[in-house]
């Protein structure tokens, strides 16, 4: 029996041993996700020929700009500008965004706003912005609304964004002041 104790005893603490480098390993290739670049209050503004088209403001940036899928996130919110030839701006607000470099897909999260300059609202709780082709998209729930009270609102829409051309899935509203 003492030999039989000595086999079993040895046995137990090899598999110990063998447990406790295999979690030594998976940790050594256990990947950590961290941004390498971070920013508090940023004020970003892009221009073209001396003239500023858009401006982001957001109180942080996290650039994940090394991962695999590289993006960047604005956890606490963004506020972007943007001006047309006449120097009429266009506030886009959300809680949250991601830009995916890859895609040029944005990704606008939580509280989504737009506000044209002559008085057209859209809301959401989630949009995204197709930066190639200058289009929005959800299939979440949104209300889009205009200067004299009309509104449409519904599960899922497509627009320009110039907001002259939209294609909705499912929606109602009311028009005020057709001529």
Do not use: H
């Amino acid at each position: 029996m003492g030999r039989n104790f000595w086999i079993l005893f040895i046995g137990m603490l090899a598999f110990v041993s063998c447990e406790s480098n295999l979690k030594d390993v998976q940790n050594i290739y256990k990947t950590t996700f961290v941004p390498t670049g971070e920013a508090d209050s940023i004020n970003l503004k892009y221009t073209d020929s001396g003239k500023v088209k858009s401006k982001l403001q957001s109180l942080k940036m996290l650039d994940y700009s090394s991962a695999k899928n590289p993006f960047i996130e604005f956890p606490k919110g963004v506020l972007v500008t943007l001006y047309d030839a006449k120097n009429k701006t266009t506030t886009i607000k959300a809680d949250k965004a991601y830009s995916y470099k890859s895609t040029q897909i944005i990704d606008l999260q939580g509280n989504v706003k737009i506000e044209t300059y002559d008085g057209k609202i859209l809301q959401s709780n989630q949009l995204y912005f197709d930066q190639k082709n200058e289009w929005f998209f959800t299939e979440e729930a949104f209300k889009f609304m205009d200067q004299n009270g009309s509104y449409i609102e519904g599960v899922g829409i497509d627009f320009s964004k110039d907001f002259k051309v939209f294609n909705m899935q499912n929606n109602r509203g009311e028009v005020n002041n057709v001529d």
